[in-house]
């Protein structure tokens, strides 16, 4: 029978998440879980293949503003919820509904999508790169020490609420939001995310708590964790496993950190996702023992080149021509001629010779600044073709502070 690709009908809704569940397990979420993501579907932006009456592919996308470099913030497409039935594995499924998804991203104007991935290698082939990664560790707490930046101890610290200080939360993620490329600005329902809490998903630790940095009476941070307890004969060994932390500045972040590292009956702090150049590395004494692991986070693809390269600016005044590889996206091949600085940018076609050569795939690798052109040119994917202008582009394409994506979608 030959499959059909739509926009998904809200009445279709739970059929076409119980495919998606099944794709990543067959667990049922939790109910509050399962009706915050209902609430924040696209209808509109979200696909659905059909066997006849039987849902086999998923697809979504949400609307998103993403930080770039020099703190502009552009519209992108989130993709999101896709998975294919393992029994229609091998028959174009995944294809299609890319190819769908990126037409319907060009058609509404977003240069740029964005998704986190469950299995890497399968978003290469259609033209994304690993444009921001994040850093897990977990602080040994009975071997490390913090060493805090003078006026931490001015910064006091309050027990509250996650749900009653959602919104005080919320606004120093909204400032924040600015400062680092790969940042989402939260549309309205998604401040439920961080609140989100299932009993049954928390492995034995409490209910997320949080707690308030203030200094003059201004909140300047936050934290939401959840204690989990553990008990050997020769005592405790539990752990507090953090969920977010964010401070206005390197002082409020250190009083976060000093407060989370020495929560009574608790020899480790364990978290995820943070930036990789983020300042806790710098605090503690002995990084060996905080074991930190780097994985990929964001995923990038450039719809429109031209579009995206103009969208952000540049470290170094830069001017070079890009020869560009796209098979999936044909419009973005040939040759793009890039200028730029700290103030802007254009991005325009040309027959002028080409400096570097690569593929889309690489553009959006480094479009954030996290994945520089030297490093994908040691591994052969991108070709210097003017002497002198991979590094000047590596250079120009970077960022002051590492990209980073908050939580994922």
Request: charged residues 25%; glycine residues 10%.
């Amino acid at each position: 029978m030959t499959t059909e690709l739509r926009v998904l009908d809200p009445s279709e809704w739970d059929r076409w998440y119980g495919v998606l569940e099944l794709a990543f397990g067959g667990v049922p979420e939790a109910p509050e879980e399962r009706q915050l993501w209902r609430d924040l579907t696209e209808f509109d932006r979200s696909l659905a293949v059909w066997d006849g009456d039987l849902c086999v592919g998923t697809a979504g996308a949400f609307s998103f503003r993403l930080t770039v470099p020099g703190g502009a913030s552009v519209p992108v497409g989130g993709v999101t919820m896709v998975s294919v039935a393992g029994t229609h594995r091998r028959r174009g499924i995944l294809t299609s509904m890319m190819r769908r998804q990126l037409d319907d991203l060009r058609a509404a104007g977003e240069s740029i999508a964005v998704l986190t991935a469950s299995e890497p290698e399968i978003y290469g082939r259609f033209g994304y790169g690993v444009g921001a990664y994040s850093v897990h560790a977990a602080i040994d707490t009975n071997r490390v020490r913090l060493a805090v930046p003078v006026g931490t101890d001015g910064v006091s610290l309050r027990l509250a609420d996650p749900t009653e200080s959602s919104a005080v939360c919320e606004e120093v993620y909204a400032r924040l939001v600015p400062a680092r490329p790969g940042m989402l600005a939260r549309r309205p329902g998604w401040e439920r995310l961080p609140l989100l809490d299932p009993a049954g998903e928390r492995e034995g630790a409490s209910p997320r708590q949080c707690v308030l940095a203030e200094r003059d009476g201004e909140v300047v941070g936050f934290a939401h964790y959840a204690i989990k307890p553990d008990w050997s004969y020769a005592g405790s060994n539990g752990s507090v496993n953090v969920d977010q932390l964010m401070g206005l500045d390197a002082v409020a972040e250190a009083a976060l950190w000093r407060f989370l590292c020495s929560v009574d009956l608790t020899s480790s702090v364990r978290f995820r996702s943070r930036p990789v150049d983020d300042g806790w590395q710098h605090l503690v004494s002995d990084l060996r023992r905080c074991e930190p692991t780097v994985r990929d986070a964001l995923h990038v693809r450039l719809v429109e080149v031209g579009a995206a390269l103009e969208a952000r600016t540049y470290q170094t005044p830069l001017d070079v021509v890009f020869e560009v590889e796209d098979a999936f996206c044909p419009w973005n091949e040939g040759r793009w001629r890039l200028t730029g600085d700290t103030k802007g940018a254009a991005c325009v076609r040309t027959s002028d010779p080409a400096d570097l050569a690569l593929s889309a795939r690489e553009l959006g690798a480094a479009y954030l600044g996290g994945t520089s052109l030297v490093s994908l040119a040691a591994a052969g994917r991108v070709r210097e073709l003017r002497e002198g202008a991979l590094v000047e582009a590596s250079v120009a394409f970077g960022s002051p502070v590492a990209p980073w994506l908050p939580h994922g979608f």
